[in-house]
């Protein structure tokens, strides 16, 4: 069964404008992982978030995972052109020296206009 | 460049054609992963293979086999192929000696099946 939903399906913003995209997920995890995707291309991972942290940033992004909503969000600020893709969450269960058990959401497309 | 190279990029086949999808990892990670991607679906996880294991095939039907000689080499055997079984072809790989990690992906294997 599908584990992540991101919401929204679709986000249009302006350049410089910030980008927030939402994630939930069913089951318990051991950590969450958001992806981006352009278009036709491989995903390229973003962030990794543990299931005992709650906020975590890396450049422009901020992610925050709420294990008790069972919910994450990505935050993008100062939005661009080239931030233009799909981006996906994944929840993993897999657990130290066993394959990685990631299961991802449908995504959320995000253009940016220039 | 992630490290992960898939070939061939771009595959049209009948359906009573053989093919078979390559990856290879650089990256000298231990597990190994084949993900289809179809169109408004969300990423579905097709095999698992971990030190050349296979450690998950999530019912998927015959007509897909894989292959993993080593750790670095993944291949997806396809035959007698329908046309649903169209979409984009995904490897992914990851290093199980540290967790928790992330996947890194190749750019895909688009298959047009007619």
């Known amino acids: 069964s599908q584990q992540g939903e991101e919401d929204p399906q679709a986000l249009s913003i302006q350049e410089g404008e910030n980008a927030t995209m939402n994630c939930s997920y069913k089951?318990?995890?051991?950590?969450l992982q958001w992806y981006r995707q352009n278009s036709g291309r491989g995903l390229v991972h973003l962030i990794l978030?543990?299931?005992?942290?709650r906020e975590k940033h890396s450049g422009r992004l901020r992610v925050t995972l709420d294990t008790s909503k069972k919910s994450s969000s990505l935050l993008i600020t100062a939005s661009r052109a080239a931030d233009t893709a799909s981006y996906f969450c994944?929840?993993?269960?897999?657990?130290?020296?066993?394959?990685?058990?990631?299961?991802f959401g449908s995504g959320t497309q995000l253009t940016v206009l220039p | 460049e992630t490290g992960v190279t898939q070939t061939p990029r771009h595959l049209v086949m009948g359906m009573t054609n053989k093919k078979s999808l390559k990856c290879e990892q650089h990256?000298?990670?231990?597990?190994m992963y084949w993900y289809k991607q179809s169109a408004k679906k969300p990423l579905e996880l097709m095999f698992v293979?971990?030190?050349?294991?296979?450690?998950e095939n999530n019912s998927v039907p015959s007509r897909f086999s894989p292959e993993c000689p080593n750790s670095s080499h993944l291949f997806l055997h396809l035959h007698t192929l329908q046309p649903e079984d169209s979409a984009l072809y995904l490897c992914?790989?990851?290093?199980?000696?540290?967790?928790?990690?992330?996947?890194?992906f190749g750019e895909g294997s688009r298959l047009t099946v007619l």
């Open positions: 978030i543990r299931s005992n942290e």
């Open positions: 089951t318990s995890i051991n950590n």
């Open positions: 293979y971990n030190f050349k294991e296979q450690t």
């Open positions: 994944a929840t993993d269960r897999g657990s130290s020296g066993s394959a990685r058990q990631l299961t």
């Open positions: 992914a790989s990851s290093q199980e000696a540290s967790s928790p990690g992330e996947l890194f």
């Open positions: 990256l000298g990670h231990n597990a």
